[in-house]
């Protein structure tokens, strides 16, 4: 039987995304790390798959994903894969 790989958990850099503004409106306060990769029963995707998104767009992101990339004009991946290269090239850790 297939058995998916285990998500990787990274509490550090969820607390470093969740310093960052709310990347659809640049808010400050109230901002969560938003698991923006797949999603199965009970699980969440890897941490390091997180944006930082302010409560009201997080719930509005969790309604639909493609619709809210198109709304705000947002790429997801692009963003992705800069907050992770300047947590481990820039940070190294230090920000968590």
Sequence with gaps: MYQGSKPVRDP???RF????????????WWVDPCHTGPHAL???SSDLDCIPLCRQHHAEFDQ???KFANR???DIPALITMFQHFYTEKL???AA
Aim: net charge positive; hydrophobic share 25%; aromatic share 12%.
């Design 12 to 14: 550090a850099y969820k």
């Design 17 to 28: 995304i969740k310093r960052l503004p709310c990347v659809a409106c640049g808010k400050t």
């Design 42 to 44: 009970r699980q969440k």
């Design 64 to 66: 639909c994903q493609w």
């Design 72 to 74: 705000y004009s947002l």
């Design 92 to 94: 190294k850790g230090r």
